[in-house]
């Protein structure tokens, strides 16, 4: 006995659907063009430039605070903070991580590296 209703199930439809959307993949990690030794390069001197931005705002803030507010009676901690902080130092920081990061992604640095890891 069958039934004048369709059936519920578009199972069928959908099996021979051509607007179905593509399944893709999760994708990996990393890419595979790029070799390890090279990721860990570049992943390593993406942490040093967390690190030099952070004294680059350290230094901004000083020299900020210092044209800002020119002989005013500074707070406590404010005085102390300013006392430990020499200007530089910072920026002798800053060279020296900067010009690394400079060496590290210099193509004969990374060609190395590169070699390296396939050793």
């Given at each position: 006995?069958?039934?004048?209703?369709?059936?519920?199930?578009?199972?069928?439809?959908?099996a021979h659907?051509?607007?179905?959307a593509?399944?893709?993949?999760?994708?990996?990690?990393?890419?595979?063009?790029?070799?390890?030794?090279?990721?860990?390069?570049?992943?390593?001197?993406?942490?040093?430039?967390?690190?030099?931005?952070?004294l680059?705002?350290?230094l901004?803030?000083?020299?900020?605070?210092?044209?800002?507010?020119?002989?005013?009676?500074?707070?406590?901690?404010?005085?102390?903070?300013?006392?430990?902080?020499e200007?530089?130092?910072?920026?002798?920081?800053?060279?020296?991580?900067?010009?690394?990061?400079?060496?590290?992604?210099?193509?004969?640095?990374?060609?190395?590296?590169?070699?390296?890891?396939?050793?």
């Open positions: 006995m069958g039934s004048s209703r369709p059936r519920n199930s578009t199972h069928a439809e959908r659907s051509t607007n179905r593509p399944r893709f993949r999760r994708a990996d990690k990393r890419s595979p063009d790029i070799p390890v030794a090279l990721e860990n390069v570049i992943d390593d001197q993406r942490r040093e430039l967390v690190t030099i931005i952070t680059l705002r350290c901004h803030l000083v020299l900020r605070y210092q044209a800002e507010n020119p002989g005013q009676d500074e707070s406590s901690d404010v005085t102390a903070a300013l006392g430990w902080v200007l530089p130092d910072i920026t002798s920081m800053l060279l020296r991580r900067v010009h690394s990061v400079h060496l590290a992604l210099d193509s004969a640095s990374l060609k190395q590296e590169i070699k390296a890891s396939f050793l």
